[in-house]
Structure formats: C-alpha cells, structure tokens
C-alpha cells in the first residue's frame, strides 16, 4: 500500500512539474547570420536615421517596420546604449548583424538569439557577459598601461647627482627634449610613491611647492617662466607678467582623450603632459581597432572610400569644434553610404574637413588621425566607433531604456507633461550620474538631481507615494525630516522639524509645469530653505 501510495504521488510531483516547463516560455538560443538571412521577412527594406537613438529604441523600430518580434535585452544592458544611425533601404538581417558588429569584440561580443513562439520566430539582442566587463578591462588595461609607461619613463630618465650638477653648470635652458624628463624626475622625487600612485590612479592632485625643490627643479621652473612669459589680465584692461608659480599641481587626467595622461601644471603657466599623451593613446586605438575587427568584417572597402564626400553639411561648418555626433551626421549627410557609430555625448571632435571635395577614406583617416575615430565595414555598412568609448559617463552610468520608455509613456499620457509617478520612480531607480547622462537629452533630469533623496523615500514609503501622487502634498516631522535634510546635505539639518513636498501643475501663459516644491521648517514653523524644481511638457 505505501509503495503504491509512493507511485501516485511521484507520479503526480511528475506532471506538476512536466506542466510547469511547458508553460514555461521557449528558451532563447543563439542565431548566425546565416540564420538571421534565411528569415524572409528579415529581408525586408528598413529605414532608420537618427543623430543618437537607444539601440531598445532602435530595435523597437525595426519591429516595427519588419513586423518580427525584434527586441533589445534589457537585463544585459544591450537597450540602454545609444547610437547613431543612418540606413536607407537596407535588408533589416544586415542593420541587425550590423548592429552586433558595432559593438562586438574578441571575447566581448554581442548576439542576437532567436526563440521560437507558437511556431514563428522571435529575436533578442543581448550582451554576454564577456561585452558587460569590457569596458572596466579596457579601463584596467589602459590604467596599467599608463602606469608601466610611466615607470619606465621615470627610470629612463634618472640622472646621477654628479650628471645633475654637470648639467646645472650648462646655461643652456632646459629643451623640449629634455622637458619630459626633468618633469617626471621632480614628480618621481618630491612625492612619496604611495602619492605618486594616487596621482596616476587619478584619485589625487598633488601640490608640490617650488620653493622645496632641488635645484634642478628650480631650474626646469625658471627656464619654462623665461621660455612662456605668461601674463594675467588686468581689471582695467591689458595685460602684465604673471607671477612667479609658487608650486607644481601633479594630477592625471583624460579630459577627452582616449588613455590617461600625467600632467604638471605650474600657476598661470598652465600645465604640459609628461606621461601618456598622444604615444599612448595611439598604441591603445591600434589595441583597440585590432580587437574589434570580427571574422565577418573588414578593416577597408577600397570601392566605397574612394567614393567623393563632399557638400555642406546641413550643421555650420565654421566652427573650430564639434560634438562627435555632429561629426557622424555630417558624414552622413556628405554620402549615401549605410553608416552606424557610437558617438559619445559631449565629447568634442577636435577639428572638422573643410567644405572641399574629398574621398571617404579622407574624411575617415582625418578623423582617426584627429580623433581617434575607428572605423570597419560589415555587409556594406560602415561601422565607426571612438577608442575611449569605454569611459565616457553614458557608458560607465548607462541610462536604463527601460526608465526612459516608461517616462516617454507617462508624459504622452498625460499630454507632454511628466506625472508625479513617473518622476518618483525615475528617481529611485537613477542614480545621480545616470540623471546627469541623461540631461543629455532630456534636460529636466538636472531637476531631479538635488531632490532625489527625497523623491527616492517617498517612492519607498507606499503610503508617502500615494498622498503625494493623489493630494499633491506630503510632509515629514521629527527624525524623517530631519534625515531627509541630512541626505540633502542642508546646512541647518539638526534645526528641521519639518519637510513639506508639494506638487502641482502650473500654467505660464501656454506653458504648463510640472513644479515641486520642497519647503524645510523649524521648530517655530520659520522657513529654512527649500528648492522648486519645475518640469516641463517635455519627453525624453
């Protein structure tokens, strides 16, 4: 009896468990482009040009315009970078593979997967865990790079007391040549090397004053003072030589450079690089191009770049600098060749080809020359990408697409206008770097920056969320207002007895906002501070 009872019962734990993995959607499994291609309906015409797009954003559109299930793998982070793109008319397999290839690097790749529902296949882009971690091994990389240059700079260049007092003796003043040199030895000995290190690592700017130097040191200073001759500018006008510097600011820096670079900065002088700089920069952007390149690219279509790139952008061509997107667009716009880049915000291209007629291997090799711009094709499509890609903010705090679309949803809703809901939980679920990447193109992120502490406990507290999503208004006493004014960094935060939020929508002629208002009081109801951000009828 018990043997049968154990029977019925495995029996049936068996067909629990059988249901539940058929209910249980199909798993995804990697595709090919091969695979990709043999869908026919992947061989349908698409058309997508955008300056800077989420690639979620992107793949959204591609379903759209296919009518294939075609989506981007939130959990991998593969929606949240963003992209340009410019393709006209092209297979959506090959924008696809593409897409993949823009991205991907030896043992980093990125892939599409394919699942198949009720018979009909469905297709998802998602990071391997290889494409999360690179951009912190690039960033190691770079950083021991710099450091192992560095090292072998400061030992190439020691000299012996008695070499140094053999050079003090030369009037001559300190060359370009030995510039370097001398920098880094004052570097290498007037800071401890636990210092040094912190300097390289960028986690410190050391001060090193002139006045305790050796007299070689002293030396590199006065014959830079006497070579530069700076002046500062007057109240009144005009100019006058600048004093003497007082000490040597040591700090490393990639300001918008691919690789770090060590930089001595001496008053109003200014500062030269002394370690890193251009050498390494370029070193690493051929590292870099060399691990991008896949088996289904190639470095160069001889036909396509011996193509003319001329014609005026529609973007203004006498500006000394530009944004890297601006430099993508206008490429665009000077041929009709299919192009996907990754053009990080913010980052300034140094210089633009003038309005001549040219090859797009010109424009291509000027701006890898200029900008470290790197470029490949796949399927016909060129491919261009930036060697530092892997430390700007909008790949080290990505954006969540996801959040985005949801804000997007929210204010098309609500007339433009973000809801109180929508902000609350973009707070809680940004950090304030995520915020600042993405008042990049959406600039009331900057409003939520000061208050998200606030926005993130109420989002927190249901009961806060609710009076302050349905009344407009909720208030905090005792100990929470008090920590509320602490997160906040308020300067009289032990004199809070309150915090009041406040929300409502306000008219300015044909402008509607959304404005929040956070008011701080003592014990005695007197006001000690507050902010009013306003948001207004704007959608990422």
């Not at 297979?91 to 897409?99: G, K, N, R, T």
């Not at 960033?139 to 450091?147: D, G, L, N, P």
Request: proline residues 6%.
């Amino acid at each position: 009896m018990q043997t049968r009872l154990a029977v019925i019962v495995w029996l049936a734990v068996t067909a629990t468990i059988a249901a539940n993995q058929n209910a249980l959607p199909p798993a995804f499994e990697p595709v090919t482009d091969a695979q990709l291609r043999s869908d026919a309906r992947l061989g349908r015409p698409v058309t997508s040009a955008y300056a800077r797009i989420y690639v979620g954003d992107l793949a959204d559109k591609l379903s759209a315009q296919t009518g294939v299930a075609i989506e981007a793998d939130c959990v991998s982070g593969a929606s949240d970078r963003r992209v340009m793109v410019s393709v006209r008319d092209r297979p959506a397999w090959q924008v696809m593979s593409a897409l993949v290839g823009l991205y991907s690097y030896k043992l980093a790749v990125w892939r599409w997967e394919r699942r198949y529902v009720g018979g009909v296949p469905e297709y998802r882009l998602v990071r391997t865990r290889g494409a999360q971690a690179f951009a912190a091994r690039l960033a190691e990389t770079a950083q021991s790079e710099f450091e192992r240059v560095t090292a072998e700079a400061i030992a190439s260049s020691r000299r012996t007391p008695e070499q140094w007092v053999a050079r003090l003796a030369d009037p001559s003043p300190v060359s370009v040549e030995e510039r370097a040199g001398w920098g880094l030895q004052v570097f290498a000995t007037a800071l401890p090397e636990d210092v040094q290190k912190s300097v390289l690592r960028s986690d410190l700017r050391a001060t090193i004053p002139v006045e305790q130097l050796p007299a070689w040191g002293r030396r590199l200073v006065e014959d830079l003072y006497k070579a530069m001759r700076p002046q500062v500018g007057l109240a009144g006008g005009g100019f006058a030589p600048a004093p003497f510097p007082k000490a040597i600011v040591a700090y490393t820096s990639r300001r918008d450079a691919v690789t770090p670079t060590l930089f001595l900065e001496m008053g109003d002088m200014g500062g030269y690089g002394y370690s890193g700089g251009l050498p390494l920069e370029d070193a690493f952007r051929k590292h870099v191009a060399d691990l991008w390149i896949g088996d289904d690219d190639t470095r160069l279509n001889a036909e396509q770049e011996a193509g003319p790139c001329s014609g005026s952008p529609k973007h203004e061509l006498d500006k000394r600098v530009h944004k890297f997107d601006e430099v993508w667009v206008g490429l665009a716009e000077r041929t009709d060749v299919p192009l996907l880049a990754i053009a990080p915000n913010g980052r300034v291209a140094k210089s633009f080809p003038d309005d001549r007629v040219f090859t797009l291997g010109d424009y291509l090799r000027a701006l890898a020359r200029r900008d470290h711009a790197v470029h490949k094709w796949r399927h016909g499509i060129l491919l261009v990408t930036h060697a530092g890609w892997y430390h700007t903010p909008e790949e080290v705090h990505a954006c969540a697409w996801d959040e985005v679309r949801r804000l997007r949803e929210a204010c098309a809703a609500n007339d433009g206008l973000p809801t109180m809901e929508a902000l609350l939980r973009m707070a809680s679920r940004l950090s304030a770097e995520q915020l600042e990447v993405l008042s990049d193109d959406w600039a009331p992120a900057k409003s939520l920056t000061p208050v998200r502490p606030i926005l993130t406990a109420i989002y927190r507290d249901e009961e806060a969320r609710t009076r302050l999503i349905s009344d407009g208004s909720v208030s905090f006493r005792g100990p929470s207002a008090r920590a509320l004014a602490s997160g906040l960094g308020h300067t009289a935060g032990d004199q809070v007895a309150s915090v009041v939020i406040e929300a409502a929508v306000v008219r300015e002629g044909a402008n509607r906002h959304l404005a929040l208002t956070v008011t701080f009081r003592d014990g005695r109801g007197n006001r000690l501070g507050g902010s009013m951000p306003r948001f207004p009828a704007q959608a990422p």
